[in-house]
């Protein structure tokens, strides 16, 4: 197993488009790195430069101490699933996952017990001899991986190997890649679109944007601690609710007004938001569905035009307008109320987000 | 039945009219005119003049004539066979990359399947001139190729697969495109090298194009006739003696056309159980 | 793997790394990029000799013959010359071949596209008894080597006296089995509903056929005109048997009255092939890519 480190990574395409800026990350041995972002955002080429399939403009790779830029990639000892799987279609399974081992001259006996192991592993023991036409996506899905989980190499590289899966095998999948994780003391650095995946499997998040990291944290910081707009709209499900509001003085307080709704800002915001003269500017006011609740104090209190609800029997989803920005609403199962009635909700005024108008920097950034 | 159902109901087949008149005057008819004639003896206008049943075939099976020209024709398609596919294969591998120029290179190795025979032929015979021809030149050699029994068949042959290696080109170009790229990607990133990527993905990714043509390919030379005209007129002896041509001289120049047909009924008869061996043992042996 | 930068080179100064990192990047880029240029010689010294036959004969026909009769290196003519041409086009009625077959080839070329795409839509769009049967039928000639039924094929068009006529080279060559499987294969391709809601609204067949199947095929037709007009343009044993005068002979056995050894009519001779090829291989090079792209999109895999 293996660290790897990124310095000042780039990647510029020969007609100058730049897809990957200035990339600078240490991943530890035994991570399980997730790289996330919107389709287009360079997260795919960033594990495409690691695999050495892509060449990386400037910057440098180190995989355990060694610079790694312009090694070949059978010279890397890394192991890759790919979200088309990439099976040799006319290879039965079995020598599918033999065949990075039967190429790195592993005796048969070793290769034997290994592919043994893993398909056990992954449940496939009893599909060995099919060729891969003859599967479903879930067990194509399960062979790449074991073809991967066979080796040793020194990191796993994972370019959205669930996007194909449909929702149930999804989140089996999920908990299962968890158990490998744990169980092969890996590192892995995985590519998905879907931010549930990310914040289930990974130790660390790196969130792209445009070939640019935008944060690298930990899961739960990246949800409580987002530090910019994006990454706080793109992290959670549904997404946080974003509103323009003005920042006043009211007397002692320091309010956040919007139409006819004013909250009032707790201690720390208040502080940091007259320490840093956003007084009498807008900001861009982010609450998560999730931070507000039928009761509390009247100062908390914002109304909403609910036009729909969802009723996903443990929660509802209301979706609503407030001055003509959209608003979702996550309460609990009793509360009453139907589209085009106007529902008044309590927001959780220590869990708000503020950011900045034009930077969208996360102004409580801590 | 009124008209206007006979119209519906005879429309399907009126689209057939155009070719399958064409079918059944040339090649149907013919067909079965020919399996009737090999068990006639023939006179001078190919009529059939009186019933011998088989005996032209014993006649044949009897001839060691007869054999000579099965056995050249087997060595000729097996050169030809195993020598433009190598080509094409050779050529398409080499252009399976993206590099500056291969358009024009492609096109080159594709070019001869646009050239005829007869033509291909001429220009072969001034190249293998014993005295001015650039073969024996550029090899320092003082052989005449055409007229050696030694060598005419080879020479014959290997024309043979240089015009036929074009279309294998094609085929072969088309078959390594249709491999998926992300396999050698993933190929690579395991750790196999450019020679173990070859031998474990391209080789058995062709093989299903490798059948089709290699198919093709026997028929194909089972055919040639107008290199042989041209180049050695079967000669010398009886060493280019393929059976074609040797159909084609019994016919119109010893005007044996019960024989000839005779010929070309084991001709139809070993052309089919080859194509029918091939297709059981694909079911077989070709991977996916 | 040659140069290994470790981590100890970290700690080393920035340019000395910067220096290292950029000789390493060179001696990799100079391997990849001499890679390239191998596979580009390797590919000119294939075509070379792939091409080599034509080359030659190109070079050959302007040559004057007194330059081909050595024993000597001569590859490039030292006084290139049209003489050969013109003495070719002057023995041999070469302009009287190249219309025939050009005639001969065209009728071909549309007859076969006409009848086989007929063909083929019946049996992709309509239903009839038989259907099933007379595919199979068609599909089963394919395996009948035209060697295996030209005896009687001559005999029939003896008998009508045809012989030495366009019909005789034309009529027997108006209809491919190999053409009706390549455009069935096409029309497959294409939902039924395409043909359906076509005469829902009130369309013919042959209006179908027309407006709607012909313009969607165009690369199969494409490919189709280009192989059987070089099919046809080659043609020689067929036209060898069949054209007895001037009046009625094809290229390719036109060109056979150049052909004998002696001293003059070899570059003559090879004047004549070269202006014989020209035609085919234009009509090649101009339709590869749609020959390609008909050819094998879903027609022929394996």
């Known amino acids: ?366 | 039945m009124n008209i206007k159902t006979f119209v519906k109901k005879a429309g399907p087949y009126v689209y057939m009219v155009p070719a399958m008149a064409v079918f059944a005057v040339f090649l149907f008819f013919p067909f079965f005119k020919t399996i009737y004639l090999s068990l006639y003896k023939t006179n001078k206008m190919g009529q059939a003049k009186l019933y011998v049943g088989l005996l032209n075939y014993a006649d044949l099976l009897n001839s060691p004539s007869f054999f000579n020209s099965l056995l050249v024709t087997a060595i000729f398609v097996v050169i030809v066979v195993s020598v433009s596919m190598l080509l094409g294969l050779i050529a398409a591998v080499l252009c399976s990359k993206t590099f500056p120029g291969i358009r024009i290179f492609s096109t080159a190795y594709a070019l001869p399947m646009a050239i005829a025979s007869s033509s291909a032929a001429m220009i072969f015979k001034i190249m293998l001139h014993p005295s001015i021809g650039i073969v024996n030149k550029i090899l320092g050699f003082h052989i005449n190729w055409i007229s050696d029994p030694k060598y005419a068949l080879a020479c014959v042959a290997l024309l043979t697969a240089w015009l036929n290696s074009g279309i294998n080109f094609l085929y072969f170009s088309a078959g390594l495109s249709n491999i998926d790229e992300t396999i050698y990607e993933r190929a690579s990133v395991d750790g196999a090298n450019s020679i173990q990527r070859f031998f474990f993905l391209t080789l058995p990714g062709l093989s299903p194009i490798m059948f089709y043509t290699l198919v093709v390919n026997i028929i194909q030379a089972f055919q040639s006739f107008g290199q042989v005209k041209v180049l050695t007129q079967g000669g010398p002896g009886e060493s280019t003696n393929l059976i074609v041509y040797s159909i084609y001289r019994d016919a119109f120049f010893n005007y044996r056309f019960g024989s000839a047909a005779a010929q070309s009924v084991l001709l139809f008869l070993i052309i089919m159980i080859l194509t029918l061996c091939m297709f059981r043992l694909e079911k077989k042996g070709v991977s996916y | 793997m040659d140069s290994v930068i470790t981590t100890a080179a970290k700690e080393i100064n920035r340019d000395e790394l910067e220096k290292l990192k950029r000789s390493a990047t060179q001696k990799a880029l100079f391997r990849r990029r001499a890679g390239k240029f191998a596979l580009v010689i390797v590919n000119l010294a294939m075509s070379i000799f792939v091409l080599l036959p034509l080359l030659y004969a190109v070079s050959i026909a302007f040559m004057p013959s007194s330059e081909l009769f050595t024993t000597e290196m001569n590859l490039i003519p030292g006084n290139p010359t049209l003489e050969n041409f013109r003495q070719a086009m002057v023995k041999i009625p070469l302009n009287r071949f190249i219309v025939n077959s050009f005639f001969v080839a065209g009728c071909i070329t549309f007859g076969q596209i006409l009848s086989c795409s007929l063909a083929a839509f019946s049996f992709s769009f309509l239903d009839f008894k038989g259907k099933n049967l007379l595919f199979m039928v068609v599909m089963a000639t394919m395996m009948i080597p035209g060697e295996a039924t030209i005896i009687s094929n001559y005999l029939t068009v003896s008998g009508l006296h045809w012989l030495d006529s366009y019909n005789v080279l034309i009529i027997p060559y108006l209809t491919s089995a190999m053409g009706i499987f390549l455009f069935r294969q096409f029309y497959k391709s294409f939902p039924i509903s395409l043909y359906e809601s076509a005469r829902i609204d009130g369309c013919s067949n042959l209006r179908f056929i027309y407006s709607i199947l012909i313009p969607l095929t165009k690369s199969a037709i494409g490919a189709m005109a280009v192989y059987t007009f070089i099919n046809a343009w080659n043609m020689y044993m067929w036209p060898l048997l069949v054209t007895g005068s001037d009046r009625m002979r094809t290229v390719q056995i036109g060109i056979g009255m150049l052909d004998s050894v002696d001293s003059q009519s070899i570059s003559m001779m090879i004047a004549g092939v070269v202006m014989i090829i020209i035609p085919s291989i234009s009509v090649f090079i101009a339709g590869q890519r749609q020959l390609i792209r008909g050819m094998f999109s879903g027609a022929v895999k394996g």
Request: proline share 4%; with cysteine; hydrophobic share 40%.
């Open chain 1, 1 to 366: 197993m293996a660290s790897l480190s990124f310095v000042n990574v780039c990647k510029t395409y020969k007609n100058g488009l730049t897809v990957v800026k200035d990339f600078n990350l240490d991943i530890k041995d035994r991570e399980f790195l997730i790289l996330v972002g919107p389709s287009g955002c360079g997260k795919s080429m960033t594990l495409r430069m690691i695999a050495g399939l892509e060449d990386i403009t400037s910057g440098e790779l180190w995989i355990d101490g060694q610079l790694m830029n312009m090694t070949s990639p059978q010279s890397r000892d890394l192991s890759m699933v790919f979200q088309s799987y990439a099976l040799y279609p006319h290879l039965t399974v079995y020598q599918n996952m033999a065949f990075g081992l039967k190429v790195h001259k592993v005796p048969k006996d070793e290769i034997e017990k290994r592919v043994g192991r893993a398909a056990e592993i992954l449940h496939i023991s009893h599909l060995l001899d099919r060729k891969p036409s003859a599967l479903s996506g879930g067990q194509k899905q399960r062979v790449a991986i074991g073809s991967v989980i066979v080796r040793q190499p020194k990191a796993y590289l994972m370019d959205e190997p669930l996007s194909n899966l449909d929702a149930k095998l999804r989140s089996q999948m999920r908990v299962e890649l968890a158990k490998i994780h744990r169980e092969l003391g890996a590192t892995i650095i995985y590519v998905t679109h879907d931010q549930v995946e990310a914040m289930t499997l990974g130790t660390r998040i790196v969130v792209m944007n445009s070939g640019v990291i935008q944060q690298a944290a930990s899961p739960n910081d990246i949800y409580e601690n987002p530090v910019n707009k994006f990454v706080a709209g793109f992290i959670g499900s549904p997404s946080m609710n974003f509103f323009p509001v003005w920042v006043a003085r009211r007397g002692e307080k320091i309010c956040l007004e919007f139409g006819k709704n004013k909250l009032i800002a707790n201690e720390i915001c208040s502080k940091r938001l007259v320490e840093d003269g956003y007084v009498g500017r807008r900001v861009y006011l982010g609450i998560r569905p999730e931070d507000f609740h039928e009761e509390g104090p009247e100062e908390q209190k914002i109304l909403f035009d609910v036009e729909m609800k969802e009723v996903l029997g443990a929660e509802i989803l209301f979706h609503g307008r407030i001055n003509r920005e959209e608003i979702c609403v996550r309460l609990s199962p009793n509360v009453k109320a139907e589209p085009g009635e106007r529902l008044p909700v309590y927001v959780d005024m220590d869990r708000i987000k503020l950011f900045d108008m034009d930077t969208e920097q996360n102004i409580i950034y801590v």
